[in-house]
Antibody
Framework: EVQLVQSGAEVKKPGESLKISCKGSGYSFTSYWIGWVRQMPGKGLEWMGIIYPGDSDTRYSPSFQGQVTISADKSISTAYLQWSSLKASDTAMYYCARRQYSGSYYGGFDYWGQGTLVTVSS | SYELTQPPSVSVSPGQTARITCSAD??????AYWYQQKPGQAPVLVIYKDSERPSGIPERFSGSSSGTTVTLTISGVQAEDEADYYC???????????FGGGTKLTVL
């Protein structure tokens, strides 16, 4: 069974750093792109960026380029999303999701993590 | 930046047909995907490649494409279909993805 299990909720202060994780299981982790999606409170989905764990090829939406870093450790089948200096506006639910097709950048997201709620408040 | 445009809300009575549109210039060149999201849950893929339905998705969900607009159609809407629906595609060069603003489907 394909599963993406994300790390737990975080409460941070502005200016702090953070790295959240997404562990894949039940499939070949290195063969499928993994994307990150933001959902701010009461708002819609936003495509942040995507990584291919096989070679760490990473693409970012222009809106998120330079704001976050996406990485992966294929040895433990885990993708990451990190911030070096959080802002209150980073408060949101963050989802990881797997691309549909092995090896392909294109496609929908067929499996999703349960989401990680990040709260940034002083 | 590239945008997909959806109506904020659509309302239908049970048993009727709901149509949710998504418009953008690059849609003739890039496939569209549709997701259903219920409160407190992660999104679920309901249509891929404009009109294909994943296994396990009811047949009442269908998708179509015409020019710069793609449409999600839910035939014989049921109360359980009440949710937010998002289209997703890519910019014209396929470099990055983008979601539409979402449509809240209300079943009256």
């Amino acid at each position: 069974e394909v599963q993406l299990v994300q790390s737990g909720a975080e409460v941070k202060k502005p200016g702090e750093s953070l790295k959240i994780s997404c562990k894949g299981s039940g499939y070949s982790f290195t063969s499928y792109w993994i994307g990150w999606v933001r959902q701010m409170p009461g708002k819609g989905l936003e495509w942040m960026g995507i990584i291919y764990p096989g070679d760490s090829d990473t693409r970012y939406s222009p809106s998120f380029q330079g704001q976050v870093t996406i990485s992966a450790d294929k040895s433990i089948s885990t993708a990451y999303l990190q911030w070096s200096s959080l802002k209150a506006s980073d408060t949101a639910m963050y989802y990881c999701a797997r691309r549909q097709y092995s090896g392909s950048y294109y496609g929908g997201f067929d499996y999703w993590g349960q989401g990680t709620l990040v709260t940034v408040s002083s | 930046s590239y945008e997909l445009t959806q109506p904020p809300s659509v309302s239908v009575s049970p048993g009727q047909t709901a149509r949710i549109t998504c418009s953008a210039d690059a849609l003739p060149k890039q496939y569209a995907y549709w997701y259903q999201q219920k409160p407190g849950q992660a999104p679920v893929l309901v249509i891929y490649k404009d009109s294909e339905r994943p296994s396990g998705i009811p047949e009442r969900f269908s998708g179509s494409s015409s020019g710069t607009t793609v449409t999600l159609t839910i035939s014989g809407v049921q109360a359980e279909d009440e949710a937010d629906y998002y289209c997703q595609s890519a910019d014209s060069s396929g470099t990055y993805g983008v979601f539409g603003g979402g449509t809240k489907l209300t079943v009256l």
